[in-house]
């Protein structure tokens, strides 16, 4: 699947771009960094940090953020004590996820579900407690998310797609932290099933740092 989908996206084998790989480190070429992407955080950015900026870049772009602190609070206890490869608290990733989100140009109730992208697969949060807790247009996102396949759903619900890709794409700006296994498997999943769904969302910035980053990992 992976091989297909590559030579389907680029028109070549994973094995002539280890080639062409080695033929730029060879002649001391560019490693394709001159790309156009979303605005980058600074590494190991505190929570708090991450939160005001969320804050300054939701008001900036005329979203409501009657309930931010509500649902950054309910965040906050849901993913208590959980840490990322990187030692950094797990709700930086979120924070992330949701800025990344302001900046595709999602509404407020889509920036807010970006904050629980893996809710029900990273805690035991229940459908009551999502709804009880959130505003009603957040939770019904949230509640979707659960049962959302990107592999298999695609574009057919547009906003857990959104979500999906800004997570994806978070996770890849910090692949670093994970093992090398790891790596790959995420670089050639990122190539066969992320990348077809950017495509179709015609998200240039997405596809651009998606495929700058996967290709690194997939030679």
């Known amino acids: 699947g ?3 989908a590559f030579k389907s996206y680029y028109g070549f084998s994973p094995s002539l771009l280890y080639a062409m790989n080695l033929e730029i480190i060879h002649l001391g070429g560019s490693d394709m960094s001159s790309y156009a992407c979303y605005e980058k955080t600074d590494k190991h950015m505190s929570k708090r940090d991450l939160f ?3 804050e300054q870049k939701m008001t900036e772009n005329n979203l409501d953020t009657t309930a931010l602190k509500t649902v950054y609070d309910f965040c906050q206890k849901l993913y208590v004590n959980q840490k990322r490869y990187s030692g ?5 990733h979120l924070l992330n996820v949701s800025l990344l989100l302001v900046q595709m140009g999602a509404e407020s109730s889509v920036v807010y579900a970006g904050m629980f992208c893996d809710a029900f697969r990273k805690t035991n949060v229940s459908i009551d407690d999502i709804k ?7 939770a019904q996102i949230i509640i979707r998310l659960r049962d959302y396949d ?3 759903d695609g574009l057919a619900d547009e906003e857990c797609a959104v979500v999906k890709m800004a997570e994806r794409l ?3 700006r910090t ?4 093992e090398e296994r790891e790596k790959r498997r995420r670089a050639k999943e990122t190539i066969s099933i992320f990348m077809p769904v950017a495509r179709k969302l015609k998200n240039e910035k997405v596809i651009n740092e998606l495929n700058n980053v996967s290709i690194k990992y997939v030679v």
């Open 52 to 54: 005001e900026l969320l």
């Open 170 to 172: 978070h996770n890849m």
């Open 2 to 4: 992976f091989i297909k």
């Open 150 to 152: 990107i592999k298999k």
């Open 132 to 138: 009880k807790s959130l505003p009603k247009d957040v």
């Open 175 to 178: 692949i670093e932290y994970m």
């Open 88 to 92: 950094d608290e797990y709700i930086t």
